[in-house]
Every structure is written in structure tokens, then in C-alpha cells.
């Protein structure tokens, strides 16, 4: 039952072996629409007519992040594929207004809209009706009619966050301390916000926070020193002294510094698991790891906690007091830019392993080994490489080439994990609930034109 809601968004059958009239699919947020040639489908294909798709060949269904709605689609492993726009898609994929869908090469064709006003205005350019010459109000006030739009589809939130950091910025000025505090945490949570989009998975922001300041918490505890006395003094990571070869450095940074500070940021990681793992839904999913996106979201949190500290706490005093203000802001910038393709490279790559050892757990040591000792690794050959000779030109490639792997491997198992991820509905206050409480529609066949998407045409 719709309830006399308006859909947020329309798909729209723009070909068809008949000459019928076109045929529109309405879009509500907290609906997963499921098309193919199975009868129970949400929107079923007559097998007749295109054999090619699957019983279950796709998946179109809303997510949202940081409040914003965006309509995605899965391919639901079907044999003949679905392709955007005429590229063949792989797992899941944001849908843009005017996107086509296609399901196999030669199956029906949508066209994703997000409102009916953009359909009714394509509709009248077709029939060659002249739009309105009448002035509303709320065309010469458009704040007035976009509501939570401005949340869901014009990144307010952001916007927000960024407006509230330039103005303590400004405020900061004349506070060395102050400024940089600000700086680095709004540098650190657009590149978090940059790893967020791309996982495209929602976790509630106070979990994440709380992931954050759980590893700033462990480092100021003494679990650090304890962690410095086994991997630094009992394993062989001491700090290299002296001019010494590659490996001896590499070797030293995979013990000293590698699998001690993953180690150390997988932490909050592993509680939240333990944690989730034992609360009943729907807090278990939204705060548990359950699969690899989780714990690539919590474990760029952590990072976020981690760079944040060692910037502030340790880099950037060591370089103010030896070279000013001017330097350690110089620092600062290119520390916390560069976590995307450092600490929150490692961590979220770390974090992928923790949650595939979730989903497959009689190989759950195995996989947790290959993902702390390839982090690890990661980890150690950027350190090898800036302390043996810093970033000058012999080592600008080099180091160029080590940051860019890393983020690739994060990036990878991103698209991975995103390819296997559980189909939960997702809620815009950024949680997910159970797969079982998800609202389903009766199935409709696509032979049964809906003249109109007006409201009345999609009530139950």
C-alpha cells in the first residue's frame, strides 16, 4: 500500500515490441523494486516476449547517505547482464536522471526519473504543448517548495559542516593551536566523506564517531606502550638508526610500524564486532560488522582518530618548534589530505578482511592473516621509503607509487565488498534495518499500461 504517498522517483519504459503507450513504475523510498521474468518479481517481465532476462535479473532501491537519496540499481547475477547507458553493470551503480536501463542486449529499456514533473515536462515536449506562462510563487522562491529536498538532494548537510568550519576558521585566527584543530577536522571528514560515498553503505554517524574517539582514547592510554614494548622491543621494530638498507628499514617499519599501529586501529573495530554481535536488532545491524563494508567504514573511522592525534599531537608541535607556525601548517595539510591514501587506505583495507571473516567463518583466521599482513605491509614500504630519504626527487616516484596502491587496494575492495553486500533497506537516519522488514509490492506485469504516474494510479 502506497497511502496516498507521492513516489520519489519513476522508471519509464521508453521501448517495447507493441505500439502501446509508455508505461511508468512509480519509486517509493522504503521499497526495494525486484524486476524479472518471475511472476513474484515487483515488476514483471512476460517471459515470452524477452527470454533473455532472468527470473530475478535486477534490484532498484534508494540509499541514503548523510540524509541524501539516491536510487541504485543491482544486477541480481543475471546470465545476460544489465547494462546503464550501455555499459555492462557490475554489482551496483548510482542511477543519474535520464539513465536507460537495459535488461540484457536486447531486453526492455527504462528510463530512471526521479519526479513526475520531469516526466510530465518531457511528455508535453513530445506532444508539442507549450509549458505555462504563468509565475508561482514559489518559482520565484524556491526554498519555499524543496523541503527536505534540500537534505536528500542538494547536500545541505555538507554544506552546513562546511560553512560552520569557515566561520570557526575565521574565528581561529591568532590561535595557532585553534586553527589547526579545525582545519585538520574538516580536511579529515571531507576525505572520510569522500570514503563514505563511494561505500555506499549507511552506518549511523554516532557509530562512527564513537569509533573515532575510542582509537584517539587507546593511544592516550597505556595499551600504546604496551604495544610499543612487544612490537618495538620484544619483535624487531626498533626504529632504524643510521644509514641502513632497504630491507633492514622495511623490516623494522613492518614490525615497529605496520602491524603495531594496524593493530592498534583494528581495535575499535574488533569491540564494535563484539559489541554488535551480541545486541538484538535492529541495533545489531546498525552498529555491528556483518559484512566487509562495515568494517571498511569503521575502520577509515579509526584511521580518522589515529591521524588526526599523531598530526596534531606529534608532527605538527615537532615541526612548529623547529621551523614555525608557517611549517607546521605546511604539515599539517598534506598529513590529513593524504590519509585517504594512508592510514585510512590501510585501516579501511584491514577492515574489509575483519568483515569477510564475518561472512565466511571457518576461514576466519586465514583471512584475517592475508588482510593484517598485506595492511601491514602497505604501511611499512611508505614508511621505508620517507624515512631512508624523505620526499626528494629519487623518492617522489616512488612514494607517488606507494600512495596510489594503497588507495587502489581500498578502492578494490570497496567495489568488492560492494558487488556481495547483503541487500538491507536503508533509512535517512543513516542505519539499515533487518532484510526481513523490508516492504515488498505485489507484483505488476509490464503489459498493463499506466497511463499516467499520478497518484491514483499507484494506490493499492
Known amino acids: 500500500m502506497t497511502n496516498g504517498r507521492s513516489p520519489q522517483g519513476f522508471l519509464i519504459r521508453i521501448s517495447s515490441t507493441t505500439d502501446s503507450d509508455r508505461e511508468v513504475i512509480s519509486l517509493f523510498d522504503d521499497i526495494a523494486i525486484v524486476i524479472g521474468r518471475d511472476p513474484r518479481c515487483d515488476v514483471a517481465i512476460d517471459p515470452e516476449l524477452y527470454g533473455s532476462v532472468s527470473r530475478r535479473h535486477a534490484e532498484i532501491r534508494a540509499n541514503f547517505n548523510f540524509g541524501v537519496r539516491r536510487w541504485e540499481i543491482c544486477d541480481l547475477d543475471s546470465a545476460n547482464g544489465t547494462f546503464i547507458n550501455g555499459q555492462r553493470l557490475s554489482g551496483c551503480q548510482v542511477l543519474q536522471i535520464g539513465d536507460r536501463i537495459t535488461l540484457s542486449q536486447k531486453g526492455p529499456i527504462f528510463e530512471f526519473q526521479t519526479d513526475d514533473r520531469s516526466y510530465a515536462t518531457r511528455l508535453e515536449a513530445n506532444s508539442g504543448s507549450h509549458q505555462p506562462t504563468s509565475l508561482t510563487l514559489t518559482q520565484l522562491v524556491p526554498i519555499i517548495s524543496t523541503g527536505g529536498d534540500l537534505f536528500h538532494k542538494a547536500y545541505l548537510v555538507p554544506a552546513i559542516f562546511t560553512v560552520l568550519s569557515v566561520v570557526l576558521l575565521f574565528a581561529s585566527l591568532g590561535n595557532t593551536w585553534q586553527f589547526n584543530l579545525v582545519l585538520s577536522v574538516y580536511i579529515s571528514a571531507a576525505a572520510y566523506y569522500f570514503v563514505y560515498q563511494l561505500c555506499q553503505k549507511p552506518k549511523p554517524w554516532w557509530v562512527l564517531l564513537g569509533v573515532t574517539l575510542t582509537t584517539i582514547l587507546i593511544i592516550r592510554s597505556p595499551i600504546l606502550r604496551l604495544f610499543i614494548w612487544f612490537f618495538r622491543e620484544i619483535l624487531p621494530g626498533s626504529p632504524p638508526t643510521g644509514d641502513t638498507n632497504f630491507l633492514i628499514v622495511l623490516v623494522n617499519m613492518f614490525f615497529g610500524t605496520g602491524l603495531m599501529e594496524e593493530l592498534l586501529k583494528a581495535l575499535p573495530v574488533l569491540a564494535v564486532w563484539g559489541i554488535g554481535d551480541r545486541l538484538k536488532q535492529p541495533w545489531r545491524d546498525r552498529i555491528g560488522v556483518f559484512e566487509p563494508l562495515d568494517g571498511i567504514l569503521l575502520g577509515t573511522a579509526s584511521a580518522v582518530g589515529f591521524t588526526l592525534l599523531e598530526t596534531l599531537g606529534q608532527y605538527v608541535p615537532l615541526v612548529t618548534q623547529a621551523a614555525g607556525n608557517e611549517a ?109 522488514n523490508r516492504r515488498r509490492r505485489p507484483a505488476r506485469n509490464l503489459n498493463q499500461t499506466i497511463a499516467s504516474p499520478d497518484l491514483d494510479s499507484d494506490k493499492e
Open 328 to 436: 607546521g601548517l605546511q604539515i599539517l595539510i598534506p598529513r590529513v589530505l593524504g590519509s585517504v591514501s594512508g592510514h585510512m587506505a590501510y585501516s579501511g583495507y584491514l577492515g574489509y578482511f575483519i568483515g569477510l571473516s564475518v561472512l565466511k567463518p571457518t576461514k576466519r583466521w586465514q583471512i584475517l592473516g592475508v588482510g593484517y599482513i598485506s595492511a601491514s605491509l602497505l604501511h611499512a614500504l611508505w614508511n621505508a621509503f620517507s624515512t631512508l630519504g624523505g620526499v626528494n626527487q629519487q623518492n617522489f616516484w616512488l612514494l607517488s607509487f606507494v600512495g596510489i596502491l594503497s588507495y587502489a587496494f581500498l578502492a578494490a575492495a570497496i567495489l568488492k565488498a560492494r558487488t556481495f553486500s547483503p541487500k538491507r533497506k536503508t533509512s535517512s537516519g543513516g542505519g539499515t534495518n533487518p532484510a526481513g
